[in-house]
């Protein structure tokens, strides 16, 4: 009996769901906004990432025009949000209505059901789960763990100049973030939490869920008593829901955008997404191959508008390597943006990692970090989980510090410094795109304040890092550095 009760509730709870569709306009006619007045509907932190990248306020920053949605409204339709990049807005159909009906309407360029009451969950779990391993509460060198993925990036040396991330805000888009509010973990990073958003009820709470969310979080902030573990714990965040646990479908597409739209006008200048989407409920709406073009998932489109706009857009690349789907899925597919792939410990291609190219032939994943096997403290132990979603915030946080010591550069110079630092950065492949950052390398790539010329005649003794890490004895080492020279009788400090 409790079975079929069960099943009655999911029943229940499936058939009142209203119909959710994307509608999209063709011009925003009476918007309610003007170029010349951007602060009324632009934070003045976006504002000023847009004035520092010389990026202009354009008609995408435009809200959706007022009279279409009352029109809608009028209409029976009740507007969940609008999406002023791709021009339209996610509503609910009325009961009975065939969105088909409104192509006629002169102001409508496109609708597509996002959700249908009829169509049920999935009988598949979600491809997020987080499988995690427990290996321990431990009680001495808690940033043993976290070294495992900061020292392959060699993000280690940023922190000893003192470079955390300060400065820098990062906007976090996952399934939720259970119990970020009261977990030990995340003791240091509530203060850093301006704000938060559940895209998927509509309200401000996003943490009565989503595990797969915390952990992500833990990656960037987390922290276990005084021993910062994340790669950029100084940053402040804003926390987006938008996955749907309960379903798959193209309503969490829409989400996804919904959130971006909000990074930016709030000022972001990260986004991090650990989400990917090509398989849906409703199998109409389920991608292909050849729509990993960039420029057929709203998500993904979305997403370069938010590259675009001056943002930092980091995506993981998927889990699908060693499944029969192979590649990427959107928005990881995004122009302008950074995918990220996955390696183990050994820096070797994690065999669940996704595979690029795009459909149209670009270089995926950008760039990779560690995913396999990756320990995190969350809520009050240490874990090891395994997914391109773990290597997605490591990267974003690491990104986060380097901007953070650097600040004068744009979003687009940091993404380059990245991609001209990583490994494999002559000899791109689908399987590491261009490999993995050395974020020392990344950091030389600025000309130090004082330099001097290496004096020929100069016997190198040692040669350290900016941090004073010590290198090694070879000049090819680094291309600047503190270096140790003899001259003769004499020892001397160079910094070059």
Known sequence: MRIIASVLVSLVSVCLWADICFIGFTDKHGTTGSLDHPEEYLSAKALARRQSQNIVTDSLDLPVSELYIDSLRRMGYKVRYTTKWLNGVVAEAPAGGNILDMMSISFIRTMQYTRRNDILPPPY??????????????????????????????????????????????????????????????????????????????????????????????????????????????????????????????????????????????????????????????????????DMNGKTARCSLAATVAANKGILVFIAAGNEGNKEWHYIDAPADAEDILTVGGVDINREHSTFSSYGPTADGRVKPDICAMATNVPYYYPDAFYASSGTSFATPIMAGAAATLWSAMPQLTAREIRQKLIHSADRYLTPDSAYGYGIPDLVAAYYDTPSAIEYAMPAEAETIAIYDISGHYMGTQSAILPRGIYIVKRGNNTTKIVK
Do not use: C, W
Not at 180 to 187: I, K, Q, Y
Not at 216 to 236: N, Q, W
């Open 125 to 290: 779990s979600k491809r997020m789960t987080v499988n995690k391993t427990d290996i321990g509460l431990i009680t001495t060198s808690a940033d043993r763990y976290a070294a495992q993925y900061t020292t392959m990036l060699r993000l280690d040396s940023l922190f000893r100049l003192g470079f955390y991330g300060q400065g820098k805000t990062i906007a976090v888009v996952d399934n939720g973030f259970l119990n970020v509010n009261t977990a030990d973990a995340f003791t240091h990073t509530r203060p850093h939490i301006l704000g938060t958003y559940d895209i998927v009820e509509l309200s401000d709470n996003v943490y009565s869920t989503g595990f797969h969310g915390a952990a992500v979080l833990s990656l960037i902030s987390g922290a276990r008593g005084d021993t910062l573990l994340g790669t950029a714990p100084e940053s402040d965040f804003y926390l987006f829901h938008t996955e749907d646990d309960d379903s798959e479908s193209m309503l969490e597409v829409d989400n996804m955008v919904r959130a971006f739209e909000l990074a930016d006008s709030l000022g972001a200048d990260i986004i991090t997404a650990s989400l990917g989407y090509y398989v849906f409920n409703d199998e109409s709406t389920s991608f292909t191959y050849a």
